[in-house]
């Protein structure tokens, strides 16, 4: 039963695309995008996907690892696509998608995906309640049913949980 302030709502409702240009200021010596600018973009992106959803203040709790394949040039367009994957009690898991584009060129390449944890707050800073998530798709029904396990491997990770109360993360390991 969802309380009557909290409604279901869709993936979709919480998309975000954010679009940057790697400028000078934004790259190392090689001329390259410079992973904390990277992070620090993808956590903007995420927060407002995570706020959407939650029509609260939400504040980063955790991020999943992330790595960096191709680098990312001086010039070329940075998208970040970000969207919550799952709603938790208070907390909420977005994925989030970075592509990075040469206009001139043409080429166009996936750079990272992650997932972002955010927790939903009150005007005081205490945890709050947040909407539900009802995925649509078929892609957003797996990360939906991956999050419980990604969330007890962060939860295990971060000591806050029994390794053998993690029944979902469990449950890939061992046969009945």
């Known amino acids: 039963m969802i309380p009557n302030n909290l409604i279901e709502k869709k993936p979709s409702a919480s998309r975000t695309v954010m679009n940057e240009m790697v400028l000078p200021n934004d790259t ?16 903007i992106a995420a927060a407002i996907a995570a706020q959407k959803h939650a ?3 939400v504040v980063t709790a955790s991020v999943d690892s992330v790595s960096f394949g191709k680098s990312i040039k001086l010039g070329d367009v940075v998208t970040l696509e ?10 909420m898991e977005v994925y989030i998608k970075v592509w990075a584009e040469n ?14 944890t955010f927790v939903a707050l009150d005007r005081n800073g205490s945890p709050v309640t947040v909407n539900s ?3 649509e798709t078929e892609e957003e029904t797996k990360r939906f049913d991956g999050a419980l396990r990604r969330r007890q491997l ?3 990770l ?11 993360l ?7």
């Open 28 to 43: 190392n010596t090689l001329n390259n995008l410079m992973g904390g600018r990277l992070l620090h973009w993808m956590d």
């Open 55 to 57: 029509q609260k203040i």
């Open 82 to 91: 970000a969207e919550v994957s799952r709603a938790f009690s208070t907390s």
């Open 103 to 116: 206009i001139p060129s043409g080429e166009k390449f996936l750079s990272n995906e992650a997932y972002y």
């Open 133 to 135: 998530l009802v995925p």
């Open 154 to 156: 962060r939860l295990i």
């Open 158 to 168: 971060a000591g806050k949980m029994n390794p053998d109360d993690a029944t979902e």
């Open 170 to 176: 469990k449950a890939l390991f061992t046969k009945d």
